[in-house]
């Protein structure tokens, strides 16, 4: 098969069961909802590689928000950023063979970290903080939004990622032998 044409593919599955997960786990909450979606982003990137994960990356949140997950049209930057942090940084430390399981944990552990730092400096410090009061003015932002944010942004993102990449981590193995790569 082409390479291009197995890229679109690919990449369309892993859009398709991304969706499909944010639809079906959207009334169990963030933290199945966010692992699931940490879960193919890491299998974007693994497998898939960079141009996958962070296409995978950045459509997610739109999709998140045009299904009712992504809590303001004002997060969907900063979750684009946070994922593209998370797939970049997995698709640069990660084993490319999968065969050096110290070295995927470390880019687990790193990638889970920077993304969950991230979001949590532009949700909760920008967003929430520097920006609230221009926000607020403009009707942009809610109050209710103003304090749920910040919840939203901190430790659940980091337990997300960690939980998505560790299934990722089980899954990504199992994928290359099938891909025969």
């Not at 932002?141 to 942004?153: G, I, N, S, V």
Request: overall charge positive; some cysteine.
């Amino acid at each position: 098969m082409n390479k291009k044409i197995r890229w679109i593919t690919e990449t369309a599955i892993l859009l398709a069961l991304l969706v499909t997960l944010q639809a079906v786990t959207k009334g169990f909450g963030q933290l199945v909802t966010g692992s699931c979606v940490n879960a193919v982003l890491a299998i974007a990137a693994l497998v898939g590689g960079l141009a996958s994960g962070l296409t995978v990356a950045l459509i997610s949140p739109v999709l998140a928000f045009l299904l009712g997950i992504a809590p303001q049209i004002l997060t969907v930057p900063a979750i684009m950023v946070g994922n593209s942090v998370y797939v970049v940084l997995l698709w640069l430390v990660a084993d490319k063979n999968g065969k050096n399981l110290p070295r995927q944990i470390g880019a687990w552990l790193l990638a889970a970290g920077a993304k969950a730092a991230v979001l949590y400096l532009l949700v909760a410090k920008l967003i929430c903080g520097v920006l609230a009061e221009q926000l607020l003015a403009a009707g942009t932002l809610k109050e209710p939004m103003l304090k749920a944010l910040p919840a939203t942004f901190s430790w659940p993102q980091l337990f997300t990622a960690l939980i998505g990449g560790a299934v990722a981590l089980l899954i990504v193995p199992v994928l290359r032998k099938a891909l025969h790569r």
